[in-house]
């Protein structure tokens, strides 16, 4: 398409304008538990792509080998995940989810929910549609790059 | 509308992994930096509401008057903010961004933009009007509540 700077900028705007105002319902919860973004973010991570070695939670958030080891130190002496050897390869060692871990995603996922719900319920159908169709459109080209 | 728990969900989703994808481009930066998301979050919103006292920015992130006073430290020793004493009431202190954390945010933000704009290229014009309707009014109902 024929975009222009102006376009973006307004596009990755409303998307951090959007974005801020769901972060902050959530981190009242990750307060209370002591947990941080960063944490968070790792969290999910490894929910979604399951146990990870350091090296590639590191990759997945951006982050360089000695802060991936720091984050999890303090995540396994928070008992939100602990270290497991691989079953096929005993030298690697991965990140797994415990119980605390999932529990905490669980309750900033519904805190976010509750408020998206809130939102939604002055929404037309029509309007819902449209802003999901959106939504996934752009999730799924962003994942691509 | 006659929203369901299922829609709701979906919704939140779609809006997470959107961000998860952008916190990650920008997130390179930052480490680089050496700011953390958290007090990204802090400039962001100094920036928008200008010079702000810990307490509204403590308010503003949701975090408790301790965090926002380590923050602020961080922060000014990192040269992002400093404090200064308000004109007209001299006993209030307020945080004031500094050229590095102006720089900061402009950095992340470009890179952002730099990374939705890639996305863009594939939308036709029809798509991201859908788009930009759709997030416009998402991102003001959020705020409104």
Chains 1, 2 share one sequence.
Not at 39 to 45: I, M, R, S, V
Not at 61 to 82: G, I, K, N, W, Y
Not at 128 to 142: F, K, N, P
Request: hydrophobic letters at 40%; a negative charge; one cysteine or more.
């Amino acid at each position: 398409m024929a975009q222009t700077a102006e376009l973006t900028k307004k596009l990755e705007e409303t998307l951090r304008r959007a974005n801020t105002t769901l972060f902050k319902r959530g981190r009242s919860i990750l307060v209370g538990m002591e947990i941080s973004a960063l944490q968070f973010n790792a969290l999910l991570t490894i929910r979604e792509f399951g146990p990870l070695t350091m090296g590639d939670l590191g990759k997945h958030l951006f982050v360089a080998c000695s802060t991936a080891t720091d984050l999890a130190d303090r995540m396994e002496r928070a008992s939100l995940v602990e270290r497991v050897r691989d079953d096929k390869d005993r030298r690697t060692v991965r990140l797994q989810l415990l119980t605390r871990g999932d529990e905490a995603l669980d309750a900033v996922i519904t805190e976010r929910q509750n408020f998206v719900g809130e939102v939604l319920e002055d929404y037309t159908d029509e309007e819902y549609s449209v802003l999901l169709r959106g939504l996934e459109i752009l999730a799924q080209r962003m994942e691509l790059k």
